[in-house]
C-alpha cells in the first residue's frame, strides 16, 4: 500500500557547525490554516488534515512505550488511497477499526499538554471526554512530539 498526501510542510533549519541554532515553521504551500485549536506558541506545532467522507479502514497508532499510551495518530484508508494524519511509526502497536457508523475520540492531558487518549468504533463505555465523530467533513490533526490536538469541521470540503 502507497501513501499519498495532499499536505506539504515547509520548515526553515538556520544551521552553525554541528548545531541547529533555530527553527521557523513557514506557511504550508497550501495557505493559512483556519480554525487552529488554542496552542501554545513556545512550541512547534505540526498539521494534518483529511476528509472524513468513504473511509473504508482506519489504522490507529498508539506508543504503548510511553506510560499514558497516547494515540500518536491515524492512517485513514480510502479505496484507491490513503492519507496519514499525526505520527505514523512502523515501531508501534497498530489497532484497525472498519467505520460503520460515527467513531469516537478521548481526549486527555498530561503536564505538558492535550493528546489523543483513545479512539473506537462504537460508543464508549468508559468514562472521559469522548467526542462523537459522524464519518462526514474533514479532520485536522495538530501535534508535537508528545502533544496531539483534533479538530473536525462539519461542512461541504
Not at 46 to 65: G, M
Not at 75 to 103: C, H, M
Not at 112 to 133: L, M, Q
Request: glycine fraction near 8%.
Amino acid at each position: 500500500m502507497g501513501s499519498t498526501g495532499s499536505t506539504t510542510f515547509k520548515v526553515s533549519l538556520l544551521h552553525t557547525l554541528d548545531k541547529t541554532t533555530h527553527c521557523t515553521a513557514l506557511e504550508p504551500s497550501f495557505g493559512p490554516i483556519a480554525n487552529s485549536p488554542e496552542l501554545s506558541p513556545s512550541i512547534y506545532w505540526f498539521y494534518s488534515c483529511a476528509l472524513l467522507n468513504d473511509i473504508v479502514y482506519i489504522y490507529i497508532y498508539v506508543d504503548k512505550q510511553m506510560p499514558h499510551h497516547p494515540c500518536i495518530g491515524i492512517l485513514l484508508v480510502y479505496s484507491g488511497r490513503e492519507e496519514a494524519l499525526g505520527q505514523w511509526r512502523f515501531n508501534r502497536d497498530i489497532e484497525e477499526i472498519t467505520p460503520s457508523g460515527p467513531i469516537y475520540l478521548c481526549m486527555d492531558r498530561t503536564k505538558i499538554g492535550p493528546y489523543v487518549k483513545s479512539i473506537v468504533g462504537e460508543s464508549p463505555s468508559e468514562e472521559g471526554d469522548w467526542r462523537k465523530i459522524d464519518m462526514a467533513g474533514k479532520i485536522s490533526w495538530w501535534f508535537t512530539f508528545q502533544c496531539s490536538q483534533v479538530v473536525i469541521e462539519q461542512g461541504a470540503f
